[in-house]
């Protein structure tokens, strides 16, 4: 049973960066692909970006690219997204989730850490 616990939200001013941390355990993280997803008040949960479980490949959602940055450290049984140049609209809950391998089912997810953006 794997459990995933994200740190690193706050409130930031337009413009800021923050770093996101997701931290494993278990026994399958570095075996695993990991994604961040996030979902703002009244929409659906979106897709932000995604790793592989070498690290050697990565995905953004459009809007993310060149702003946002995926990392893992498997000796640590971490992710990290690390997010710069933070719009308002980047405002959401942020989840981390685990799947076997890009492209499979999402076996388990974070409990969310809150990203807000001030104007």
Avoid: H
């Avoid at 075996?31 to 953004?60: C, H, L, N």
């Amino acid at each position: 049973q794997e459990q995933l616990v994200e740190s690193g939200g706050g409130l930031v001013q337009a413009g800021g960066s923050l770093r996101l941390s997701c931290v494993a355990s278990g026994g399958a993280f570095s075996i695993s692909a990991m994604s961040w997803f996030r979902q703002a008040p009244g929409k659906e949960r979106e897709f932000v970006a995604e790793i592989d479980s070498s690290g050697s490949t990565s995905y953004y959602e459009d809007s993310v690219k060149g702003r946002f940055t995926i990392s893992r450290d498997n000796a640590k049984n971490a992710v990290y997204l690390q997010m710069s140049s933070l719009k308002p609209e980047d405002t959401a809950v942020y989840y981390c989730a685990m799947r076997r391998f890009i492209g499979g089912q999402y076996g388990y997810w974070g409990q969310g850490t809150q990203v807000t953006v001030s104007s």
